[in-house]
Every structure is written in structure tokens, then in C-alpha cells.
């Protein structure tokens, strides 16, 4: 099967808000780093509020989406805190991550089946608002299926667990985990759903990914941050789309 379309990138800048805390000095701007990674060809910045405000802040959301010339998907939990403030701002898309432990599945994605009517009444006011709703969920049909009843017009598949399986040089592991990623994004595809998938991607890892013809965005953050500090975040975001673009070829 030939790629759906073209495979977006999204910059996930959570971490140099991170390194800017560290010390509660003023930089490194994620913002500025949004502006860098838009100029070396991000599609899109991703950025996550969390409750305790560990890496990314309000001020944060605010000066995103002034700046941003690209989408803004704004990660959060579903809380009403949360909701409330994606209400207010209208990013172009939400995603729905678990936050606390009784939110995730063994696998690390969001319980979406358990908790079915909740975040189907959760996510009703964001999409009247125009954002688009996207759910981090683990790659595992009765999720999937609980996404699609819930309305969500898009799943994130969590890429964490094939991601820990390469490092740690479990590779049959790894090679199963990528299988279900495959099969899974044919079948959430099959119900009408949009599929991206994120957590944990290098160079190293990316490719298989990229490769599935269903998956039409990935997020990146950690790694490339942290390859930043050597390369700059400019070189470090083209080298990664080169390589998504190689493997969807
Ligand atoms: N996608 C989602 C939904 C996430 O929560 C994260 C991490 O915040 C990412 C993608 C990016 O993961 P990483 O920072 O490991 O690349």
C-alpha cells in the first residue's frame, strides 16, 4: 500500500522548557525554539500543559499562539482545568494524554474504554470550538474502537513501548510492537479515524514508523531536543525529516 499523503512533523518543545526551569531563568524560549523548528520544516509544534506545570507554563500556550505560523497541538489531560484553558485558546488540534497512573493503560496509552462517556461529553465542546481531537492510546483494537465511539477524529499511537524494546536490544520484542503498530493503524484507519504516533523516536527508530502508510504525523520532542545540544535544533529537525522522507519513499 502506498503512504496516505505527505507525513507530518510535529516539534514537540516540552523540553527546553524544561532545561529553561531547571534553573528559573528565561531561556532557552521554547518559543524561539518553536520559531527555529517551523524554519527548518516543521509542520507543526506540539506542546503539552501539565497540571504541575513542569515543563511548558500558560505564559507558554499564550506566547504559542501568537507566534506560531504552524499548527499548534496542545497536549493536556482531561480535566476541566484543561479544558477550559484549549477552550479559551482554540489550538488547531488537542490530544488527550493520560496524566496520572489510573488514566493508562499497562501499555501507556489513555484508558479510553473504561472511561467512554466521560471523555465522549470531554471532547464534545472542543470540537464544536473547531479544534481537532486526537487520543494517545496504545496500539490495541478495543482503544481504538473506544476512540472512534467517543468521537475523536484522531488517534496518536504510542510508540514508547517499540521504541524501549529497540534500545534495550529486544528485538523480536520490538519487531512484534511494530507489528501491532502496522496492524493498527489499518485498523483505525478502516473506522474513519486519522492516525499519527509518537513517544520515544530517534533516527534510529523513526523509519519503520514512518513507513506505515496510515500514519499521516509523528511527534518528536525528547530526542530531538537532546540532539539539538550537538547538531543545533535547526540541523538536528532537517536530519529527522530526511529520514522520515527516506523511509516513506
Ligand atoms: N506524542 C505524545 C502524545 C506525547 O505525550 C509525547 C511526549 O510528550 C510525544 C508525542 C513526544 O514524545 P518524545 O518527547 O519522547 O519524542
Known sequence: MKPLGHLR???NIDHVATVRNARGSAYPDPIRAATV???AGADGITAHL???RRHITDTDIEGLMAALTTPLNFEMAATDEMQKIALRHRPHAVC???EKREERTTEGGLEVAREENRLAGFIAPLREAG???SIFIAADARQIEAAARIGAQVIELHTGAYCDYHAEGHFAERD??????????GFAHS???EVHAGHGLTYDTVGPVAAIPQVMELNIGHFLIGEAIFRGLGPAITEMRRVMDAARA
Open 37 to 39: 523548528a517551523e524554519a
Open 9 to 11: 512533523l510535529g516539534v
Open 50 to 52: 501539565r497540571e504541575d
Open 131 to 133: 479544534c481537532r481531537v
Open 191 to 193: 473506522l474513519g479515524l
Open 96 to 98: 488527550i494524554v493520560p
Open 176 to 185: 512484534a510492537e511494530l507489528d501491532r503498530l502496522r496492524e493498527m493503524a
